[in-house]
Structure formats: structure tokens, C-alpha cells
T-cell receptor, first 112, second 114 residues
């Protein structure tokens, strides 16, 4: 059975801290891995990763994929209270369906 | 923001009643999806559509049916609602252009089955 597991499930940090969120997967036909941010509403897209070792970066957020060890990490540096959200990892299954398998999500709370 | 709306946004219903949720898009995207989100489970795919009248099951399809008679509308029906279907339902759309499958999500529908 295909599955995506995120850790930790929840995390509390203070502004300025650096955090690392983990996503491991066991998916038979992997196509890509996506990260989303959800702030009490619809998830919004952050990154899509398809190749190992190539870092994607957007401001203070970055992500990398390891297809050999079957995991990805999402790093957030110099955290701000606005980073408080649920971060969702999803794996796209190969084939022309676009089907995504989501992890449980990591709830990040950034305290002032 | 992608043009996706969901209706209703909130609904309270009783066990055994039929419920239909609507997803409407203005992006002319080919692919549409219905997910449910529950604490501890992330998002789980219920059904998806890859074109008008072309639909298929996701991982939690039991108790749900869908229809897509027009590109812009994707309906999710609970034939006889149960308390276990209390959840937040999200619709998503995608164009699947080449290697890109960024899914855009609607605002969600909070459904409570009493």
C-alpha cells in the first residue's frame, strides 16, 4: 500500500528559529513530490520536486528530495509568526491521473 | 488565485439524507479532484475526473459518487450521509501540463452529519 509519512506531527518554535520538516514515502510508481502550506483554509502550493539532490528555494523556504532514501525535507529559516500553518507533503503517482497521496501534515506554530 | 468555488461552504445535515456538494471552476482545467480532510489523516482522495463524463475512484470512495457533465462542474454526492462522513471537503483542479501537476484547491466545504 502506498503511503506518505510526515514528521514531526507538530512543532512549536520561536521566531528566528530554523525548522526542518520531514516527509518519507513508499509509493510504487513515483512521479514527483509536492509541498503545500495550509493556513486554516485551502492548501497553497510551495514546491514540486522530481529530481534527487536539486534544491528548490523560495525566500526562506527550501526543499530537497532524495529518491534513493525516499524522503524529502522542507527547511524554513528565520521563522516568522506568519509561517504558522500545516505543511503537507504529497507524492504524485505516475500515470496520467495526477493522483496525489498526502501525508498527515506537520502543524508548525511559531511563537513571537 | 485559481478560479475555484465550492458550494455550499457549510452544511449541517442528518444521517440518511442525500447531500450534493458542487465544485465550479473557471480555468477550463481538464482534471478535477475531490478530497476529504480529517484530523490525523491529511487529505485523502475520494474521486477524480480526467474529462467530461470520465471519472475514477480514489482511496476513500465508498459511500460517495461523482458526476461531471460539464468541464467546469464536478459534483460529489453522498447518497445517504453517515456521521463518519463529517469532514471538510476540498475540490482541486489541475491541467497536468507536461511534468507539472500543481493542483489548485478550492476554499473547502465543512459538512456535519448529525
Amino acid at each position: 500500500e502506498d503511503k506518505v509519512v510526515q514528521s514531526p506531527l507538530s512543532l512549536v518554535v520561536h521566531e528566528g528559529d530554523t525548522v526542518t520538516l520531514n516527509c518519507s514515502y513508499e509509493v510504487t510508481n513515483f512521479r514527483s513530490l509536492l509541498w503545500y502550506k495550509q493556513e486554516k483554509k485551502a492548501p497553497t502550493f510551495l514546491f514540486m520536486l522530481t529530481s534527487s539532490g536539486i534544491e528548490k528555494k523560495s525566500g526562506r523556504l527550501s526543499s530537497i528530495l532524495d529518491k534513493k532514501e525516499l524522503f524529502s525535507i522542507l527547511n524554513i529559516t528565520a521563522t516568522q509568526t506568519g509561517d504558522s500553518a500545516v505543511y503537507l507533503c504529497a507524492v504524485e503517482v505516475a500515470g496520467n491521473t495526477g493522483k496525489l497521496i498526502f501525508g498527515q501534515g506537520t502543524t508548525l506554530q511559531v511563537k513571537p | 488565485d485559481a478560479g475555484i468555488t465550492q458550494s455550499p461552504r457549510h452544511k449541517v445535515t442528518e444521517t440518511g439524507t442525500p447531500v450534493t456538494l458542487r465544485c465550479h471552476q473557471t480555468e477550463n482545467h481538464r482534471y478535477m479532484y475531490w478530497y476529504r480532510q480529517d484530523p490525523g489523516h491529511g487529505l485523502r482522495l475520494i474521486h477524480y475526473s480526467y474529462g467530461v463524463k470520465d471519472t475514477d475512484k480514489g482511496e476513500v470512495s465508498d459511500g460517495y459518487s461523482v458526476s461531471r457533465s460539464k468541464t467546469e462542474d464536478f459534483l460529489l454526492t453522498l447518497e445517504s450521509a453517515t456521521s463518519s462522513q463529517t469532514s471538510v471537503y476540498f475540490c482541486a483542479i489541475s491541467e497536468m501540463q507536461g511534468a507539472i501537476n500543481e493542483q489548485f484547491f478550492g476554499p473547502g466545504t465543512r459538512l456535519t452529519v448529525l
